[in-house]
């Protein structure tokens, strides 16, 4: 009795990726089934895994089935990697090329990736790159690791992007006139005059994680008047901040905290502040004394930042 493709399906999505192989050697029947799980999720981060990209640029049919590629810190064939790009961008979920000396131009003009949810990457943003995300309407996260090149990025790309990972310069050519709600700044500044542009979001930002070198009290306040809808924030100061920080920094910071109504969660340069809300208060109070993340005795108190970062 023959089982139905839907099913073998199922079971080949737990079948080892040595076993899969086998599979798909011993019987012609399962075979494309076993193909199917076999390229569906690719990973490449050694030699030994290179020739598959070889595989995808030359086998259209097997490129069709990956939905996840990852590769990262080998050295690949550019023009190789472009013509996978281009086998599998019908199909793809996620992308992810952490790969230093492959330049922009991989990603060729006109290439359209209507299923791709999230892309991460070390090529600068740039004309290429856009470009391609513009024929990804679908993408909810992206990292972009490299600083950008200046231009102007199209009103029309990225309609759904809910979180952008990257660099403060990244951060103020994308963030406006996008349904971001999460924003995670690695590099750059978040300087004070940066922070409205951050609240020309089309929906609501209520995570944000930034490095700055602006005093943070005054950052805070900058925050807490354009963005006082966050929920979750952290902030790592390039600024010394005094050891230890004074009572009076630590009043001021407590201060600055009660203009966000509903945040949840706040760190500075890894000191965590805690926080509790009393049954007859309707909002927040902010402790004026903070700990260390090292010195909280349980790690649930953690629980809330710790999925986040």
């Known amino acids: 009795m023959s089982l139905p493709p839907e099913l073998l399906d199922y079971v080949c999505g737990f079948v080892a990726t040595r076993d899969l192989a086998l599979v798909a050697r011993c019987s012609i029947t399962l075979y494309p089934i076993a193909l199917r799980s076999l390229y569906r999720q690719i990973t490449i ?3 030994s895994t290179q020739s598959i ?16 590629f990852s590769v990262a810190d080998v050295s690949l064939c550019p023009h190789e990697l472009a013509a996978a790009l281009t086998n599998m961008a019908a199909t793809l979920v996620s992308l992810d090329i952490w790969v230093e000396g492959v330049e922009s131009w991989i990603f060729s003009t006109g290439l359209m990736s209507p299923q791709l949810e999230h892309l991460g990457t070390s090529i600068p943003f740039d004309p290429h790159v856009a470009g391609f995300c513009a024929g990804a309407p679908s993408l909810e996260t992206v990292h972009f690791a490299s600083e950008p090149v200046d231009f102007c990025v199209d009103a ?4 759904r992007l809910a979180t952008f990972t990257g660099s403060a310069k990244a951060a103020v050519a994308i963030v406006p006139g996008r349904p971001i709600e999460s924003v995670f700044i690695t590099s750059g500044d978040l300087s004070e005059d940066l922070v409205p542009v951050l609240a020309r979001s089309t929906s609501q930002l209520s995570v944000l994680s930034t490095t700055t070198n602006s005093l943070p009290v005054s950052l805070l306040g900058g925050l807490g008047r354009h963005l006082p809808q966050l929920r979750y924030l952290q902030i790592n100061s390039t600024r010394d901040l005094a050891t230890p ?9 407590a201060d600055a905290l009660a203009l966000f109504p509903i945040l949840e969660s706040f760190e500075l340069s890894g000191i965590y502040w805690p926080s509790q809300v009393y049954q007859q208060e309707q909002k927040r109070v902010w402790q004026s004394q903070p700990l260390h993340a090292e010195e909280l005795d349980a790690p649930e108190d953690m629980d809330e930042f710790g999925f986040l970062w």
């Open 45 to 47: 981060s050694d030699a």
């Open 156 to 159: 029309c790309v990225f309609p």
């Open 245 to 253: 920080p004074t009572t009076i920094f630590y009043e001021q910071v």
């Open 53 to 68: 990209v070889h595989t995808l640029a030359h086998r259209r049919d097997i490129a069709a089935f990956v939905r996840k």
